[in-house]
């Protein structure tokens, strides 16, 4: 018998150093993010990474950075065939269609009250659908009036004191105008339609892209281009860009993402959109919430929520606001003095509590290119804005019908 347990004995002495060189050689879990991120924000994300990594020697983060315009279609058909990455940073907007087509996962299971407390109001329920979460709030975003201080000394707090401001700086054989922004994008467009009082969807989360106060906002945009032409035509991301750098548009409608784009030299600030002088009530942008959110594909759920939350904790919040310049979805960014003093960020963040929440529904998606389609038609002069706001309408109504009819 003792022979026996002496023989164990060194048994262990050999066989345990080996197991444990063998699992200190293991690969460690890689989690993988896809997302956007440009500029600072790149920089910040590439930061946060870093920090995490060399925090977690048994988990480590993968970054892979793919065009904007590419990720959700990139998630959409990657993520079902398993070939898309355990965690991804988006907007709220496409989180009901990503629900129903299983691309997503719900993570109110894992997330403690301290953890839901972080968030500053409304960001949470941005990333939450039919009682369930799907994401942890990164950044808050929205557009608001940008303008230069070499041109505007005092920015206009009504649509009148904005169109006559504008006035006086537009000459459009110089190529300056007094306002440059997206026109023609529903996206910025949101602004003047939820600021007379329209909504995308009713009550019920049935589209009315054609209520009077839709039409009445959308032939205010129009008058701002085509009848005071304080707007150019044919205006483009790049050529607000160019105008602004230049010194040739004193103001522009823009989020927070535009900064990286701002020359050094331009000396600007941020001011809340608007009142809208005919009603009285001040124009209203699209809150979009970005949002890290998990693949319901993922096989590591557990440490895929890790990174989740060390991402979105105090510290690293910081990291993004201050390196990242992202106005927070963490409200604890705001009591560090530093960030508090910012005008920029805290002019962005005064806009953000006044806007509202884009719809996350799957019925979101089916509205952006009719509504496109019909601003492009009205301010061409095809068709009046009723009549292409109706013909949007019709077509968001097909569209959803389709998407609800029983698949055979």
Not at 266 to 289: D, R
Not at 348 to 358: N, R, T, Y
Not at 368 to 393: R, V
Request: proline share 6%.
């Amino acid at each position: 018998m003792k022979r026996i347990l002496i023989s164990v004995f060194i048994l262990i002495l050999l066989f345990v150093p080996i197991y444990l060189k063998v699992k200190a050689m293991a690969a460690p879990t890689t989690i993988v993010v896809w997302h956007a991120y440009r500029g600072e924000e790149k920089d910040a994300i590439g930061a946060v990474a870093a920090s995490f990594n060399k925090a977690n020697k048994d988990l480590q983060v993968s970054l892979l950075a793919v065009p904007f315009d590419a990720l959700a279609d990139k998630v959409s058909a990657a993520v079902p065939r398993d070939k898309g990455p355990d965690l991804f940073i988006y907007a709220q907007d496409r989180l009901g269609g990503w629900i129903a087509a299983g691309v997503a996962e719900p993570i109110e299971y894992y997330l403690t009250d301290a953890m839901k407390a972080r968030f500053v109001s409304g960001s949470l329920d941005a990333f939450t659908y039919k009682g369930s979460i799907y994401g942890l709030p990164l950044s808050t975003k929205c557009v608001t009036l940008i303008y230069n201080k070499a041109l505007v000394t005092k920015p206009p707090k009504t649509t009148d004191e904005l169109i006559a401001l504008a006035k006086t700086f537009t000459n459009p054989e110089k190529r300056q105008y007094g306002l440059a922004y997206e026109i023609q994008n529903y996206y910025y467009h949101s602004i003047w339609m939820q600021g007379f009082g329209a909504r995308v969807f009713d009550a019920d989360g049935n589209p009315i892209l054609n209520s009077p106060q839709a039409v009445e906002a959308l032939q205010f945009a129009i008058d701002l281009q085509k009848n005071l032409k304080i707007v150019p035509e044919e205006v483009t991301n790049t050529l607000v860009t160019t105008l602004f750098n230049e010194g040739k548009a004193a103001m522009v409608i823009n989020g927070p993402w535009f900064r990286g784009e701002i020359d050094p030299k331009i000396k600007y600030g941020v001011a809340l959109l608007p009142v809208i002088s005919k009603i009285g009530k001040p124009a209203i942008p699209f809150l979009t919430v970005e949002g890290i959110i998990m693949s319901a594909k993922s096989k590591n759920k557990d440490a895929a929520l890790k990174v989740m939350d060390y991402f979105t904790n105090n510290a690293t919040s910081l990291v993004f606001a201050a390196k990242g310049k992202m106005i927070s979805a963490n409200k604890s960014v705001y009591l560090d003095k530093k960030i508090a003093a910012d005008p920029i960020i805290m002019g962005f963040k005064a806009q953000v509590e006044k806007s509202i929440p884009m719809p996350n529904a799957p019925e979101m998606t089916m509205v952006w290119s009719p509504a496109t389609t019909a601003m492009n038609k009205a301010f061409l002069g095809a068709l009046s804005p009723a009549e292409a706001l109706d013909e949007a309408q019709a077509s968001v109504l097909d569209a959803i019908k389709r998407l609800r009819e029983p698949k055979e």
